[in-house]
């Protein structure tokens, strides 16, 4: 299968600009009825998304007719998350359609970037997941793979963030608030989803049936987004599902007088598609968690066995025409689900439903990290899904007599590789659940899938040696590299052609334009422009004035321990210190940018977040740095702020602890728009040093099997201060108040957990980073030498396009082809 989506041409009707304005001018009247003297700027959005959306419905009938014509083999994405963001310039430029709705735009008076900024971020995820998510989902669109992508309508998605005295505050994402003019409801496609109640046994044609009945039926009501892949050449569907309580309201408690508890049901029946990832720190988070991976993966399944069944008759051929790709371990209850539908409602064998379960599903584990490996205490699984825990003994009882069969004697291989954790609380290990019921398993890099044939699923890797394989992430270059930063782009078209826009791989012949004076200069240009509107916005939001002229150091990402904001932050302090004690010093003038959102109950990422805003208020503030050293948190990071600050990203803070990283796909945003990284030898940073070259590249820090050493020997992080006297001098400010005189004592318990257990190495690897920030200082204060490291991280970063991921998917796990 060709790994690039060929260049075609594209008619598209209606597109020119005046008859694109005057079909906004109708929506604006008659679906929104507003005049063109009232509108408000969401308003003309609203007109230009859903004239924009009309350009889209022939290409998205004729494409889901030619998959049904030809009986393709379809592809189905599980996913909780969906990063999409913004949409409206994603459609136009896939359409071809920019520049006319642009010159439509205008004819009405009404300026581009004013209309798209007022487009809602669909924040459906959380970070790297879902964004990875809505890029497949392009990609599966431009290689013309009929694919649907099911998940969660949340009414709000990941909450907004909000500071308040340097404190991060949650506030409800209000995305739907306007309505979402690229979604169609589809009331009509709509799944009963069931929780609790009891099993009976029922004498049937082959034997004694299980029969699940339900105690609360749940709705699940299908909202599609059509995905539009590169030059229309085809048209995919996301299907998101929201709840709907089967009766609404108790009229005879509302007729009693109880106006609040007749809503009762339908309150906590709806709640499952209220909230991304509600807090589930409680019992009763934990169990809405496991209510929302259930709805939407039994949602998922119920409406593909009907689509196959429609097309193909029964079931039996389901594994040769469709793949069911879990992302992550949210959906893995789609296992026992499967097996459910199959064995209970078709009547189906149990070898056979499991011959199709298997056959159909794969596995995408992200994580190497215990705490996202979900698993579930047994008692609410019991009382919750009693039908799907019979199923998952079961599948456990055939899968561990396999193993006793060709292990005999072994039992603590048994009580590895078991379905069920017996702890002191026995819990439904879903990761495993995932990996049994799978016929294939993929790590998201080279390392991390070495890395899981080693640790968490090291025995699983013994018993089914060639499950696991590796598919390294990747990212749509149309929306990270054409759309986020039009200049480049424009740069790149004329030093190498029109062909970069279709064929990744292009950025290649770049390569020798790097040594090329004239164009280091014409490359840093761009970049000027892109550091210059962020900080602009810096300005706007946080009333900061920043030097483009400076180094900007980025560091985007959701505030995790491992991902390690915190070693960023005591650099900081450290470069701080050493720019007051040696002004005359050449350091390089830089501004250290963070952004990113703690979850809710993450208490130590939101004392991170306080820590990088007090040192920022002090850094700031002081004259002494004559404005070469800048800290600056920008709030509320979404999908559409990293579009404005990747293109701007001079270094790029990939630093997380080696070994705990799965891929990252911040890291090649960044360098694919000329970013250099600061990075630790995990993930895919290991992938991208492989194509960058060392030389193009900062790496240091403590490697994987150097972590397990380390922590092998205690990971007390004493031993690190005492051996350095810049990071004594760093916590000891740190600890004492010097960042905090409103409250002295704020971080002495963040400074004793990192000297009593430095578990993510901040103290371990604090020396290496801080040679290897300096290294970048040096590169810095040579112009040309910074910018031909610059260009070739854009040059060699073809490869890591999400079209190559997904050729690599549809060939090696999915078996599927193209639509044409």
Known sequence: MDLQAPPIAVATPAADARSLAESILRKLLFDLGKSQQGAQRRDWFMAAALATRDQVMERWLGGSRSAYNSQAKQVYYLSLEFLIGRLLRDTITNLGIADQLRDALDILGVPFDEVRSAEPDAALGNGGLGRLAACFMESLASLGIPAFGYGIRYDHGLFRQQIMGGWQREVPEDWLTFGNPWEFA??????????????????????????????????????????IGWRGRHVNTLRLWSARASDPLSLEAFNHGDHVGALADQVRQEAISKVLYPGDETPAGQELRLRQEYFFASAALQDLVRRHIRVHGDLHSLPDRVAIQLNDT?????????????????????????RITQGAISYTNHTLLPEALESWPVPLMERLLPRHMQIIYLINAHHLDAVAARHPGNDALLASVSLIGEGHARRVRMGHLAFVGSHKVNGVSALHSNLLKQTVFHDFNMLFPGRIVNKT????????????????????????????????????????????????????????????????????????KIDPGAMFDVQIKRIHEYKRQLLNILEAVALYDAMRDSPTQSFAPRVKIFAGKAAASYHRAKLIIKLAHDVGRVINADPVLRDRLKLVFLPNYNVSAAEVIVPAADLSEQISTAGMEASGTGNMKLALNGALTMGTLDGANVEILEHVGAENIHIFGKTTPEVAEHRAHGIRGQAAVDASPRLAQVLEAIRSGVFSPDDPERYHGLVDDLLNTDHFLVLADFDSYYAAQRAADARWNEPGAWARAAILNTANLGWFSADRTIAEYAEDIWKVSPVI
């Open 186 to 227: 589809r009331p009509e496609i709509a799944h009963e989803i069931g929780f609790g109640g009891n099993i009976t046994v029922i004498d049937g044609r082959d034997g004694p049936r299980q029969v699940w009945q339900p105690g609360e039926i749940i709705q699940a009501v299908a909202y599609d987004t059509p995905i």
């Open 473 to 544: 992430n990747g990212i749509t270059f149309r929306r990270w590299l054409h759309q986020a930063n039009p200049g480049l782009t424009s740069l790149l078209r004329e030093a190498v052609g029109e062909r970069v826009l279709d064929d990744p791989q292009a950025l290649e012949l770049l390569r020798p334009l790097a040594d090329d004076a004239a164009f280091q200069q014409r490359f840093m240009a761009v970049k000027h422009a892109n550091k210059a509107a962020l900080a602009a916005n810096i300005r706007a939001a946080l009333e900061l």
């Open 330 to 354: 949210h959906p893995a209850i789609a296992v026992a689900e499967l097996m459910r539908i199959c064995v209970d409602l078709h009547g189906l064998s149990w070898e056979e439903g499991w």
